[in-house]
């Protein structure tokens, strides 16, 4: 679904679980790390990393689906997204090249 809308052929697991987070964002608070879609927007954010950057959605993709899916806090959601993709390059020592 999600992956067909633009450039990039993104990994058909991310997909999944974007999905399966804007099912779960409807039904819970996305920013109460006790909250399912909290977990599966840190399982996309983490599978994110691991995908070549042609495979993972573009800040501008990311933040068109979740208009789109009408999630609220996009601005927080983005940030933890970009956020997130920058920690695990610096974890990995890969933060002097790493591109979201």
Avoid: W
């Avoid at 990994?11 to 399966?20: Q, T, V």
């Avoid at 006790?34 to 599978?47: C, L, R």
């Avoid at 994110?48 to 501008?60: A, D, L, T």
Wanted: aromatic share 14%.
């Amino acid at each position: 679904m999600c992956e067909k809308q633009f450039n990039r052929q993104v990994d058909k697991r991310l997909s999944l679980i974007l999905n399966k987070f804007l099912d779960e964002s409807n039904k819970s608070n996305v920013s109460n790390v006790e909250s399912i879609s909290y977990v599966f927007y840190n399982e996309f954010i983490i599978e994110s990393f691991n995908v070549p950057q042609q495979k993972r959605y573009s800040i501008s993709q990311l933040s068109e689906i979740l208009r789109e899916s009408e999630v609220d806090n996009i601005a927080y959601l983005i940030t933890r997204y970009m956020d997130g993709l920058y920690l695990l390059a610096q974890l990995h020592k890969e933060d002097h090249f790493f591109y979201p």
